[in-house]
């Protein structure tokens, strides 16, 4: 077949190495916006792992407060008499408590030797735990019901 080889244009090898060079680098806009794009994800890295924390610190002070409130009710009818009213106190380390205790119903009969009037009440027994964190006021809540009885000569 006689066709012959194409030459290559003289213009042509400068052609392509002025549209390497053009690419062989970034702009400053191409740089500014990449910083700015790995500045948001930075920022939205930051953000999430505040929250993290601010949650487990959170959840923490939940856990102790429930362990305090738990140690109150544990004491109440060993060192704390059930007698109705309402008690509160610093518990120390930025908590506060407060102890409320209520009669629902009572019912008296004489004791098996008969010598004295049994009066057993049922109490309702609530135990609040409170501290403040980030400006509110946080609480933990238990509510339980005790039996307390009460003997008077007859």
């Given at each position: 077949m006689g066709s012959?080889?194409?030459?290559?244009?003289?213009?042509?090898?400068?052609?392509?190495?002025?549209?390497?060079?053009r690419e062989a680098g970034f702009t400053l806009l191409e740089v500014v916006v990449a910083l700015f794009i790995a500045g948001l994800a930075l920022a939205v890295l930051f953000r999430a792992g505040s929250t993290g924390l601010y949650a487990s610190d959170n959840a923490q002070k939940a856990e102790e407060a429930l362990e305090r409130a738990q140690s109150h009710l544990a004491a109440i009818g060993r060192d704390v008499g059930l007698i109705a009213g309402v008690s509160q106190g610093n518990d120390g380390g930025g908590f506060r408590w407060r102890l409320k205790i209520r009669p629902l119903a009572s019912r008296q009969q004489v004791s098996a030797n008969g010598a004295s009037l049994v009066t057993t009440t049922l109490y309702d027994v609530e135990v609040a735990v409170s501290w403040k964190e980030g400006g509110k006021t946080r609480r933990v809540v238990l509510e339980t019901r005790r039996l307390g009885t009460t003997a008077a000569p007859r």
């Open positions: 012959r080889p194409r030459r290559p244009c003289a213009l042509a090898p400068k052609r392509r190495l002025w549209l390497f060079r």
